[in-house]
């Protein structure tokens, strides 16, 4: 069984840079079928894809976001990471990582989704 | 890009059948096979339903199903139940190789 936890810090300060990390685990993070994908989910709002990357380290971004976005992967720790830059209370949000089918671009599994308030 | 398009809300006495529209683009839904499906009751994450357009993964009741018209899929859940009471959400593909989400639709089961 795959698991794709999130960890990092819940409040952020406007104006600074987010820091997220995604460790897989009960699977390969170089496995050729999959992408690794970030998610994001406003308070009572709906998902907004953040970006997807392969093992290889190509990589698709939300137009919306890129210009303040940077997703890395680490094979060797079998962790994928998000950055987000520029941080408004607009960015208050649960981020969640998934993992992405290559070849579908269907989002299985989840992990539980961590909190992220930004405010001074 | 610009989100999917799907109804704020739909609701359905238990047993009946409800469908859930998830309108998108020729650059998205109306170009790929490749339109999922997500449950996600409050405080819990999204779970896949359907993926392809029409197919279930492991585990997911032979209730709910998909299809596609053009740029136009559908979620359809027959024989409403209490616990189908969440949020849906769409998904695509799209010609950027971008993913893309509805904007979600509350499903009611009175």
């Known amino acids: 069984q795959v698991l794709v936890p999130e960890s990092g810090p819940g409040l952020v300060k406007p104006s600074e840079t987010l820091s997220l990390t995604c460790t897989v685990s009960?699977?390969?993070?170089?496995?050729?079928?999959?992408?690794w994908a970030w998610i994001r989910q406003p308070p009572g709002k709906g998902l907004e894809w953040i970006g997807s990357?392969?093992?290889?380290?190509?990589?698709y971004y939300n137009p919306s976001l890129k210009s303040r976005v940077t997703i890395l992967v680490d094979t060797s720790k079998s962790q994928f990471s998000l950055k987000l830059t520029s941080l408004t209370a607009a960015d208050t949000a649960v981020y969640y990582c998934?993992?992405?089918?290559?070849?579908?671009?269907?989002?299985?599994?989840w992990g539980q989704g961590t909190l992220v308030t930004v405010s001074s | 890009q610009s989100a999917l398009t799907q109804p704020a809300s739909v609701s359905g006495s238990p047993g009946q059948s409800i469908t859930i529209s998830c309108i998108g683009t020729?650059?998205?839904?109306?170009?790929?096979?490749?339109v999922s499906w997500y449950q996600q009751h409050p405080g819990q994450a999204p779970k896949l339903m359907i993926y392809?357009?029409?197919t279930r993964p492991s585990g997911v009741s032979s209730r709910f199903s998909g299809s596609k018209s053009g740029n136009t899929a559908s979620l359809t859940i027959s024989g409403l139940q209490a616990e189908d009471e969440a949020d849906y959400y769409c998904?695509?593909?799209?010609?950027?190789?971008?993913?893309?989400f509805g904007g979600g639709t509350k499903l009611t089961v009175l």
């Open positions: 998934a993992r992405d089918r290559r070849g579908g671009s269907w989002f299985d599994p």
């Open positions: 009960g699977g390969s993070i170089s496995s050729t079928n999959y992408y």
């Open positions: 990357i392969y093992y290889s380290g190509s990589i």
């Open positions: 020729s650059s998205d839904i109306g170009n790929y096979n490749y």
């Open positions: 392809d357009v029409t």
């Open positions: 998904s695509s593909y799209t010609n950027s190789a971008t993913r893309v």
